[in-house]
């Protein structure tokens, strides 16, 4: 019985999951994730320079 009242929530988390990692900026961060800080600093930035760059101005780290 819980579990058929719970199913459109878990439907609708699962539906807003795939929706963000479907996004611009997820894709971003996966190609971030995949390279080295030598690689970064070769390019003149760092990870957490790229990080900023990708979530603009609102997040603080």
């Known amino acids: 019985m819980a579990s058929t009242?719970?199913?459109p929530f878990r439907a609708i988390?699962?539906?807003l999951i795939a929706l963000a990692e479907?996004?611009?900026r997820?894709?971003?961060l996966r190609r971030l994730s995949q390279?080295?800080?030598a690689q970064l600093a070769a390019c003149g930035?760092?990870?957490a320079d790229e990080v900023r760059r990708i979530f603009g101005p609102g997040l603080y780290l």
């Open 5 to 7: 009242l719970t199913a």
């Open 13 to 15: 988390g699962r539906g």
């Open 45 to 47: 930035t760092t990870r």
């Open 35 to 37: 390279q080295t800080d």
């Open 22 to 24: 479907a996004g611009p």
């Open 26 to 28: 997820a894709a971003a």
